[in-house]
């Protein structure tokens, strides 16, 4: 079976840091491109970050750009989320999901880990 499982989320306060984890297993990972998303009460599931299946292109949403960090590594069948200068606004469900390139039925999601930032 496929599954996603994120990790790593928590509460911190304005500008620190926390690391988000995704494994992935029951599918080729290396050949899947990745991305993180996130959704906060009320607001629509916004794109944070993607990363083509080799690692090659790297993407992030104006937000979050130059403050995070998405990785993977095709051995571990893990993407990482690392994050730093974290802002109240940051504060979301964080979710994993796998995308083909090609065919449109390889669209796996995680279950989302929440992150939240306060003081």
């Known amino acids: 079976q496929v599954q996603l499982v994120e990790s790593g989320g928590g509460s911190v306060q304005p500008g620190g840091s926390l690391r988000l984890s995704c494994g992935a297993s029951?599918?080729?990972?290396?050949?899947?491109?990745m991305r993180w998303y996130r959704q906060a009460p009320g607001k629509e599931r916004e794109l944070v970050a993607s990363?083509?299946?080799?690692?090659?292109?790297?993407n992030y949403a104006d937000s979050v750009k130059g403050r995070f960090t998405i990785s993977r590594d095709n051995a571990k069948n893990t993407v990482y989320l690392q994050m730093g200068s974290l802002k109240p606004e940051d504060t979301a469900v964080y979710y994993c999901?796998?995308?083909?390139?090609?065919?449109?039925?390889?669209?796996?999601w995680g279950q989302g880990t929440q992150v939240t930032v306060s003081s």
């Open positions: 999901n796998a995308r083909h390139p090609i065919f449109r039925s390889g669209d796996y």
């Open positions: 029951g599918f080729t990972f290396s050949l899947y491109a």
């Open positions: 990363i083509t299946a080799g690692g090659g292109s790297i």
